[in-house]
């Protein structure tokens, strides 16, 4: 898949050094990550194939690393991240970048969790459960600091191209078409490795799709509001929620959010202006059944195949572990990408779907259901504690446990029976909502229970006469 340079002539008893060409689709998260650790990779004398990867990274937007902390605060801002164990182990394994970029000022670290059960509050602290709250693009901004200080600086090997789209895959001859969105240039650029970290609307990924027909690809789900809350919620949200004063929002969330605790008034009031500035808007689902193309030289991460509603906090931290565990395949299989793509799918779709499943279906939109599965939560939890080889957790209090996989707490949920019985509830509420939005019903339901109610007094009238008719016949 890698070839030799042109001009080196190879060396007398090491195999000849090889030339991967790699180009990245989004420098997101996940897409500066991978970066990052290519990097280091070339770097590494681990490299014994003696691979060197030259790596483009191309995003359509601007360079996030090259403004300020303040111009970053007042024009760009995006939303706030949960980053917890799976997401932290990722960063914190390029050297310096965790320490040096990430550490200080990107986030604020979370320091309590609880339950909230009527006025008692029930600490669910883990204590070696680390975690912060970050903003997407403060972290993007910071790893793009890193890249641009570290890396591109002093290496030759990479090179980034912002303010570039990816307008098309010719995977027959491994090449993107890329336009420059000032100048309106167009140009083909070659890879031997196209790397899709270019989110939930993936250009790299309709390539996977038409190659390989056996692709399992479900991209309409468009499932939830801003932060999380169920379309069939929305208009139960508190006013107060809905200002747009970071005042009144910051005065809310201090006094009914109670699932953390911030440190400080200024935290929550810089939560409430960032959520005062960000549009209530949808967010997509992504289903895919296969992350990877050989034939193609396609590999896929983050959003662009696992996008998913925020309810579980976990779509970042997946996207950087996507990276983080792509280069240990590197590592494992010496840089042999015919035997690592297709091991990268068969470790990644599973996490990547329990992902999705689990934010979908761990929470109910039905309220009534939902606080049954609570009680029925925090029950387990007791037992948990003084039975552990006995009874096992409850799946919310593995999640962003750097030891458990997701699959792991998505079959815990699924042996639980708390998936299967979410999935109906929350599967019929969504596609009655859909229904009902779009005009294909607008049946009330009183018509039907009219019905049901005369069925019902028919019934009770029709099946006494019958046992009777029954017993004069004996
Ligand atoms: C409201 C909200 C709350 C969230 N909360 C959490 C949370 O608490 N915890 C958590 O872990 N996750 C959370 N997430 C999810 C998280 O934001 C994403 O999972 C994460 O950003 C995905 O990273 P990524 O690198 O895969 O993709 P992205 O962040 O989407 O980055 C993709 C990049 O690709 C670029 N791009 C796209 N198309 C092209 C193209 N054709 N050409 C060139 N460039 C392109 C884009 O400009 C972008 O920079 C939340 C998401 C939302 C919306």
């Known amino acids: ?63 996030l690393g090259l403004l300020t902390p303040e111009e970053l605060r007042a024009n760009h801002r995006s939303w706030m991240i949960g980053l917890s164990g799976h997401g932290l182990e990722a960063v914190r394994s390029v050297p310096g970048l965790w320490e040096d970029y990430l550490s200080e000022g990107v986030g604020v670290k979370l320091m309590e969790a609880s339950l909230i059960l009527g006025s008692r509050k029930i600490n669910a602290t883990q204590p070696e459960a680390e975690g912060f709250i970050v903003d997407r693009n403060f972290i993007v901004a910071a790893m ?23 307008l098309y895959v010719d995977h027959d001859n491994r090449r993107v078409l890329l336009r420059d969105r000032a100048t309106k240039v167009e140009e083909y650029a070659s890879y031997d490795l196209l790397v899709g970290a270019d989110g939930v609307r993936s250009v790299v990924r309709e390539a996977l799709v038409k190659r390989h027909v056996d692709t399992e690809l479900q991209t309409n789900d468009m499932i939830n509001l801003s932060m999380g809350v169920p ?4 208009n139960a949200i508190s006013d107060d929620l809905k200002s747009d004063d970071p005042t009144v929002v910051a005065a809310y969330l201090r006094k009914n959010f109670k699932a ?101 279906n761990l929470f109910c939109f039905n309220t009534r259901v939902y606080m049954k599965t609570l009680v029925k939560s925090i029950v387990r939890s007791g037992l948990n504690y003084i039975f552990p080889k006995f009874v096992d957790p409850d799946p919310n209090a593995l999640l962003g446990r750097p030891e458990h996989t997701l699959s792991y707490v998505y079959n815990m949920a699924v042996d639980q029976g708390i998936i299967v019985r979410h999935r109906e509830i929350n599967m019929r509420i969504r596609q009655e909502f859909f229904e009902r939005r779009t005009g294909m019903v607008t049946i009330k339901e009183k018509k039907n229970s009219l019905v049901s109610l005369a069925m019902y007094v028919a019934l009770a009238a029709i099946v006494p006469a019958a046992i009777m008719a029954g017993k004069n016949n004996i």
């Open 260 to 360: 953390f605790e911030l440190d400080s008034n200024d935290a929550y009031l810089d939560w409430a202006t960032q959520w005062v500035n960000q549009r209530w808007n949808l967010t997509g689902q992504v289903h895919c059944n296969r992350y990877h193309s050989v034939e193609c030289g396609i590999v896929m991460m983050g959003d662009s195949v696992h996008a998913t509603s925020p309810s579980i906090g976990m779509g970042m931290n997946t996207a950087l572990r996507d990276a983080q565990k792509f280069l240990e395949l590197l590592e494992e299989y010496d840089d042999n990408l015919d035997a690592v793509l297709p091991r990268y799918s068969v470790d990644r779709v599973p996490e990547g779907n329990a992902l999705t499943n689990l934010a979908m």
């Open 144 to 166: 793009a600091r890193y890249a641009r200080d570290r890396i591109w600086s002093l290496s030759t090997d990479h090179v980034f191209r912002y303010g570039t789209d990816l």
């Open 1 to 63: 898949m890698c070839r030799p340079p042109a001009n080196d002539a190879p060396h007398a008893d090491a195999p000849p050094p090889r030339v991967c060409r790699v180009l990245i689709a989004g420098a997101g998260p996940a897409g500066l990550l991978l970066h990052a650790l290519l990097h280091h990779r070339n770097k590494s004398s681990a490299s014994r194939a003696g691979v060197t990867y030259r790596v483009t990274i191309v995003d359509g937007r601007q360079d």
């Open 231 to 234: 379309r069939n919620l929305f």
